[in-house]
């Protein structure tokens, strides 16, 4: 059966390209908009060497409501939204909020305002671990509280989710999956996509595979003195690839009308902790290669332990994160290789 045609918002960044690669190695058609602020066009390249596949690709900003309307008169065939495009550095959310509060909110707000007449039947929205703020008790199900942001971006989230639940709640007629994300870490295991290092990483696996080739003179391990058995952070790191394929079950739930409710949240995690000392313990075990590494100070606004418990997605979705963390090292090991023999990094 011909399946339905989804466009992917951001679809050329991190985890929309391994969504993409999924969804058409699935059979779906994908259109993509993307305004390349922060991903580059060759990620089209990529896709296309693993799918065999160039997906329909649109060059704008999801903030222009006629440009997105424009989109929709070319493909009106589109059926199901997932909307990636925002913009996620949380310290540049700090120095600039409404650059943030501007680019997500009026993103999803002109999406949401297309979709019933354009006959879309459902929303992926990506959302985050974030919004659990620094939990009291992990692992965090979806019923876990929502805790005041610390940042704009955090905000930005939780203020997507809420206007979401209000568009739906007033009776719009499609569906939401909100999906939250954990840590998403690794790269496609062909290495032919991969997250696109913007400047000096402030994540902690991007950080960690440039100080492992020499990149940066040392990853500095943000702490030591939580309390956690090594006195490091824990978050859980999900495989890129486990995150992407979840949002192909999600839009297909929404398609094919599976969903029992109109909204419906899960957490996307592995249900594992990892402190920052494990992982870069796990990364050398799997890759052979050393991680120059100190002890430093905290970072400020750090969370000390968050991990997921997916058992929603796990049982209603039938999806789980099964990639064993030293294939994810392995993977942006492999990638951050691809990257230097590219000249990129
Ligand atoms: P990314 O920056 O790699 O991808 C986002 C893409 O959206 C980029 O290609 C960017 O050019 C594009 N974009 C941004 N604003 C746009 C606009 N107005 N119009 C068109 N394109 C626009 O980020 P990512 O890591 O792939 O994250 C994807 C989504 O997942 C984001 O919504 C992010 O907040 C969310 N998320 C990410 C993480 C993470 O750690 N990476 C964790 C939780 C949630
Ligand atoms: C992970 C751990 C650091 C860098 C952020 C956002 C969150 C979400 C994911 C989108 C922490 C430690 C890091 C370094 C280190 N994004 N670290 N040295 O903080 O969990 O979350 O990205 O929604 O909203 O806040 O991810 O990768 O920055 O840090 O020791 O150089 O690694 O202290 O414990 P974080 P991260």
Same mark, same amino acid.
């Given at each position: 059966m011909k399946k339905e045609r989804i466009l992917v918002t951001g679809g050329t960044g991190y985890i929309g390209s391994h969504t993409v690669v999924e969804l058409q190695q699935a059979g779906y058609p994908v259109v993509i908009i993307d305004n390349l602020s922060n991903s580059d066009r060759a990620v089209l390249d990529g896709i296309e060497a693993i799918?065999?596949?160039?997906?329909?690709?649109?060059?704008?900003?999801?903030?222009?409501?006629?440009?997105?309307k424009a989109l929709f008169a070319k493909y009106p065939d589109i059926k199901g939204i997932i909307n990636f495009a925002a913009s996620k550095a949380v310290g540049e959310s700090m120095q600039k909020p409404v650059l943030y509060y501007r680019n997500n909110l009026n993103t999803l707000m002109n999406l949401l305002d297309l979709m019933g007449p354009n006959g879309v039947k459902g929303i992926v929205f990506s959302s985050?671990?974030?919004?659990?703020?620094?939990?009291?008790?992990?692992?965090?199900?979806?019923?876990?509280?929502?805790?005041?942001?610390?940042?704009?971006?955090?905000?930005?989230?939780?203020? &997507? !989710? @809420?206007?979401?639940t209000d568009v739906i709640n007033a009776g719009a007629p499609f569906k939401s999956v909100i999906l939250r994300y954990f840590n998403p870490v690794g790269a496609h295991p062909s290495a032919m996509i991969g997250e696109l290092p913007n400047g000096v990483p402030q994540n902690l696996v991007p950080?960690?595979?440039?100080?492992?080739?020499?990149?940066?003179?040392e990853l500095s391990v943000f702490g030591n003195d939580y309390d956690t058995p090594d006195g490091s952070c824990i978050r859980d790191y999900i495989d890129v690839v486990d995150l992407a394929k979840a949002h192909v079950i999600a839009v297909e739930r929404m398609l094919?009308?599976? &969903? !029992? @409710?109109k909204i419906e949240i899960f957490n996307l995690g592995t249900g594992r902790g990892v402190s920052v000392l494990e992982l870069i313990?796990?990364?050398?075990?799997?890759?052979?290669?050393k991680v120059p590494h100190k002890i430093v100070g905290r970072r400020a606004g750090d969370i000390e332990k968050v991990w997921a418990n997916p058992a929603r997605a796990n049982q209603v979705l039938g999806w789980t994160?099964?990639?064993?963390?030293?294939?994810?090292?392995?993977?942006?090991?492999?990638?951050?290789?691809?990257?230097?023999e590219k000249g990129v990094m």
């Amino acid at each position: 059966m011909k399946k339905e045609r989804i466009l992917v918002t951001g679809g050329t960044g991190y985890i929309g390209s391994h969504t993409v690669v999924e969804l058409q190695q699935a059979g779906y058609p994908v259109v993509i908009i993307d305004n390349l602020s922060n991903s580059d066009r060759a990620v089209l390249d990529g896709i296309e060497a693993i799918t065999g596949i160039r997906p329909d690709f649109v060059e704008a900003d999801c903030t222009d409501l006629e440009a997105l309307k424009a989109l929709f008169a070319k493909y009106p065939d589109i059926k199901g939204i997932i909307n990636f495009a925002a913009s996620k550095a949380v310290g540049e959310s700090m120095q600039k909020p409404v650059l943030y509060y501007r680019n997500n909110l009026n993103t999803l707000m002109n999406l949401l305002d297309l979709m019933g007449p354009n006959g879309v039947k459902g929303i992926v929205f990506s959302s985050s671990c974030t919004v659990y703020g620094e939990p009291d008790v992990n692992p965090v199900t979806e019923q876990s509280p929502i805790k005041k942001a610390t940042s704009p971006y955090g905000n930005t989230k939780q203020i &997507s !989710e @809420e206007i979401i639940t209000d568009v739906i709640n007033a009776g719009a007629p499609f569906k939401s999956v909100i999906l939250r994300y954990f840590n998403p870490v690794g790269a496609h295991p062909s290495a032919m996509i991969g997250e696109l290092p913007n400047g000096v990483p402030q994540n902690l696996v991007p950080y960690l595979t440039q100080a492992a080739m020499g990149i940066r003179a040392e990853l500095s391990v943000f702490g030591n003195d939580y309390d956690t058995p090594d006195g490091s952070c824990i978050r859980d790191y999900i495989d890129v690839v486990d995150l992407a394929k979840a949002h192909v079950i999600a839009v297909e739930r929404m398609l094919q009308d599976k &969903s !029992e @409710e109109k909204i419906e949240i899960f957490n996307l995690g592995t249900g594992r902790g990892v402190s920052v000392l494990e992982l870069i313990a796990a990364f050398e075990r799997a890759t052979g290669v050393k991680v120059p590494h100190k002890i430093v100070g905290r970072r400020a606004g750090d969370i000390e332990k968050v991990w997921a418990n997916p058992a929603r997605a796990n049982q209603v979705l039938g999806w789980t994160a099964n990639t064993p963390l030293d294939d994810t090292m392995r993977s942006a090991w492999a990638w951050q290789c691809k990257l230097r023999e590219k000249g990129v990094m």
